[in-house]
Each structure stands twice: as C-alpha cells, then as structure tokens.
C-alpha cells in the first residue's frame, strides 16, 4: 500500500500562517495526493563482461487506484484575515476519484477500492564499482544513479472540482485573540471556506512523482568503512546527504547520515543486522532539525 502527497504553497500564503491579520495572494497553491496498491517484480543484471564492475536493474510496478486527487488555485485567489472573519475569493479548478466516507464521529476516512483504475510504473538503476589497484585511493569507488516511480494511474471514474467565488467563514474564536490558533480554529473547518462544485468524469490521469538518486561511496581499511554522498530528489526538493558507515565484520553494518542541503536539516542512524540465511535485521531513525520564525 503507498501514498503520496504534494502542497505547493505560495509565498502569501506562509506569510498568512506567519503573521495573520492582513490580505494575502494566494494563487498558485496546490495539492495532489494518491493511494493505491503495488505490486513488485524486479531483476538487476550484472555487465561485467561488457564493463568491468558495471551493473543495472530495474522494476515494474503494477498499480491498482484506490483514490487521487489534485487541486489548484488560480490567478487572483485572495484571503483576508480581519479581526472577526476570513473572507475570501477563490478560483481554482482540480479532479477527485475514489469514494470517501466519513465515520459517524465525522473523523475518520475510509476510501473505497476504484474498481478498474490500474496503472504501470517502472523504477530503473544501476551502478558502476571502479576496479583499480594501481590506485588504492579510488579503487572501490561505488557510482550509483536511480530513476524511480515513472508511471501513471488511470482512474476510470471521476469527478471534476471547480471553486469560484466569493466565501466568507466566522470561526468560533476570536482571530486577534491571544489564544486563537489558526491551525486548530480555521484550518479545521477550511471546507466551510472552500465551497466548490463538482461533475462527473468518464476517466482521470494521475501521473506518479518520480523520484531521482545519485550517489557516491568511498571505502577504505578493507571495505570496514566507507564515506559517501548523496544527492536525491523527491516531490521537487533536491537535498545533499553526508554519510559514514562502519562495518567490522560482514553480517554487521552501522551507520550516520546528516542532510546538510534541503528543505530541512536531517540527521539519521541505522543498524543492519545480516545473519546466514539471507535474513536481514535493519533499524532506523531520522530527525528533522526545524527552525522556528519569530512569529
């Protein structure tokens, strides 16, 4: 089972968060999101014999839709938090597929099987291990790159979302009060503020975020530790990672990782635990670094 999520937030916008009373632009938002089912088949081939330390691989994904959907605001959305209310004028257009139902508390959601909404993805790789022993410092140098989820769902029914107009939302607690929080307060009821209509689709298109990795590793005291760099993309936002893996016998490997390049500054642990049999052990954990504004 995967999902996946994309928020595409204007720069008003996370000034309306930041400092509240005011009118923001916030055209240009967005969101997308997914939930569907995966099944694996992956081979990876060794081409030694056309390049020494040279190997690919790659897999195919089939998919089975469960729910999408994407959403937009166009040119000239506008908010306006005063003291009282937030007002709004919103023109925004998007797609929605699966079935939704809300529990009797209104809380939880349950998203019905789209019945025939299949798709096909595909994850393609491969790496390139230098073999030179007339030059100790680089032999062993590990290159890797990866290309995965190039692929689309296709959900064959559908409804078509379109928002335009004028909307007005009275929260409950004051805006300007001291405890008012705009999370719990406003975004709570958001479907109170974004009205919009609805009509039916013969099919919708879903298209994966595809994700890249490129990599390089450099061990060294026979392999017992190795230093690396990794440059990822995932949902648009490129980041540099740093790692240090240890590894002093062959069924035992620990290691670190921080992010130094990103979004957010990341640090990371991991301990790989690989016993005869082909059964692996592997516990990890990653922290985000987050900095607070001074609003």
């Given amino acids: 089972f995967v999902e996946q999520a994309r928020l595409g937030i204007s ?30 088949v992956g081979y990876s081939h060794d081409l030694s014999n056309v390049v020494e330390g040279l190997r690919v691989g790659g897999k195919i994904k089939l998919l089975n839709g469960i729910a999408a959907m994407d959403f937009s605001l166009d040119k000239g959305s506008q908010v306006v938090l005063s003291e009282d209310k937030v007002t709004a004028n919103l023109n925004g257009n998007g797609n929605l597929s699966g079935s939704v139902a809300y529990d009797e508390n ?53 409804q078509k979302l379109s928002a335009n107009g004028d909307f007005t939302y009275i ?40 994700s890249i990795y490129a990599g390089v590793e450099a ?32 069924w035992f490997n620990l290691g670190v990782n921080y992010t130094f390049v990103g979004p957010a500054k990341e640090f990371g642990t991991y301990i790989e635990i690989v016993p005869k049999g082909g059964i692996e052990f592997f516990l990890g954990a990653e922290v985000g670094c987050l900095k607070l504004t001074p609003q």
């Fill in 171 to 210: 929260p409950e607690s004051d805006l300007g009060a001291d405890d008012f929080n705009p999370f719990e307060d406003t975004f709570d009821d958001i479907e109170d503020l974004v009205q919009y209509n609805t009509s039916d689709l013969d099919s919708y298109k879903y298209s994966l975020t595809p």
């Fill in 11 to 40: 720069p008003d916008l996370l000034g309306l968060l930041k400092q509240g009373m005011g009118s923001y632009d916030v055209s240009g938002s967005s969101i997308d999101a997914a939930a569907y089912l995966q099944l694996n």
């Fill in 219 to 250: 061990p060294f005291l026979n392999e017992k530790m190795s230093v690396g760099l990794l440059y990822y993309n995932v949902r648009g936002f490129s980041s540099l990672m740093a790692s240090y893996n240890l590894s002093p016998i062959r």
């Fill in 106 to 158: 209104n809380e939880e959601i349950t998203v019905a099987f789209s019945n025939n909404s299949i798709g096909l993805a595909v994850d393609l790789g491969g790496e390139y291990r230098m073999k030179l022993d007339d030059v100790p410092v680089i032999d062993g140098l590990n290159f890797s790159l990866a290309v995965n989820d190039l692929g689309a769902l296709n959900m064959t029914t559908g």
